[in-house]
């Protein structure tokens, strides 16, 4: 029997809601939502790097107001940082141009190293954004706010769904494995342990598709009709006037200063 679950965004931030008592935990969802769509698509679109510096240094002090453990943060941005080291050294090998350095056969081009240092800021300074705003909110929350925002319901639904039971899955697995190593399996590089791995996937996603069905079954019994019905709406309160301002006022000025460079 499943254990009670309180679903949160785990791949941004692990404490749910209340734990965070920072200043943009307080804001409108809503306001933080649309702040941080707008914010990734800045992010994503700049190319100077003053501009992406200055986004990176932004996306810190979101993190900051938001209240979240130093800790929790560098904890997140461990499997980003792996990627990003991968990428700063293979990038430079692919990349075209002269050579920056030489190690033997192996030659990193300054255009391919450029390209990773690009791809690292613009990662680091898109996910520190994301957690600064929305690590604080949980999945209904998030829900509920993209609902008020005219987002397709069945979206709404996939994302809820989606991080309500990547958590049972992961149990699910964990169970599965363990059920493996007490009959004495032990992996390793034969065709044997493929094939045991290959049951495993298919055992977890029969398992999957059993659990789908008894949910389905669940939430018809419950007269569910494809909409979630709140009680508590969000209000527009004074508070979120200064951030939604100085939101604007910072996005117009990151896109005026990538125009301004990429026009020189």
């Given amino acids: 029997m499943d254990r009670p679950y309180e679903p949160t965004l785990h791949w941004l931030h692990g404490a749910p809601l209340g734990d965070s008592a920072g200043y943009l935990s307080r804001i409108d969802p809503r306001a933080r939502v649309i702040a941080a769509m707008v914010f990734a698509l800045l992010v994503a679109a700049a190319g100077a790097w003053?501009?992406?510096?200055?986004?990176?240094?932004?996306?810190?002090?979101?993190?900051?107001?938001?209240?979240?453990?130093?800790?929790?943060?560098?904890?997140?941005?461990?499997?980003?940082?792996?990627?990003?080291?991968?990428?700063?050294?293979?990038?430079?090998?692919?990349?075209?141009?002269?050579?920056?350095?030489?190690?033997?056969?192996?030659?990193?081009?300054?255009?391919?190293?450029?390209?990773?240092?690009?791809?690292?800021?613009?990662?680091?300074?898109?996910?520190?954004?994301?957690?600064?705003?929305l690590a604080s909110m949980d999945a209904m929350t998030l829900g509920h706010a993209l609902s008020h925002l005219r987002v397709p319901d069945k979206l709404a639904h996939l994302l809820l769904f989606t991080?309500?039971?990547?958590?049972?899955?992961?149990?699910?697995?964990?169970?599965?494995?363990?059920?493996?190593?007490?009959?004495?399996?032990?992996?390793?590089?034969?065709?044997?342990?493929?094939?045991?791995?290959?049951?495993?996937?298919?055992?977890?996603?029969?398992?999957?598709?059993?659990?789908?069905?008894?949910?389905?079954?669940?939430?018809k019994c419950r007269a569910f009709r494809g909409r979630f019905y709140v009680l508590n709406h969000f209000s527009f309160s004074r508070r979120d006037l200064p951030f939604c301002l100085a939101a604007t006022a910072l996005f117009i000025l990151l896109t005026w200063a990538n125009w301004l460079w990429m026009t020189r």
């Fill in 50 to 133: 003053p501009v992406l510096l200055a986004s990176l240094a932004v996306a810190v002090g979101g993190v900051a107001l938001s209240g979240l453990a130093p800790t929790v943060v560098l904890r997140r941005l461990m499997p980003l940082e792996l990627v990003m080291l991968l990428l700063l050294l293979l990038l430079p090998l692919g990349g075209e141009g002269a050579a920056w350095l030489r190690l033997g056969p192996l030659a990193f081009s300054r255009d391919g190293l450029v390209l990773a240092l690009r791809v690292a800021l613009k990662g680091n300074a898109i996910v520190l954004g994301l957690m600064g705003l």
């Fill in 163 to 219: 991080v309500r039971y990547l958590d049972v899955l992961d149990r699910e697995s964990r169970r599965l494995r363990a059920a493996m190593k007490v009959r004495g399996f032990r992996p390793r590089m034969n065709l044997h342990t493929y094939r045991a791995y290959g049951y495993l996937v298919g055992m977890l996603l029969i398992r999957s598709f059993d659990r789908s069905e008894r949910i389905v079954a669940a939430m």
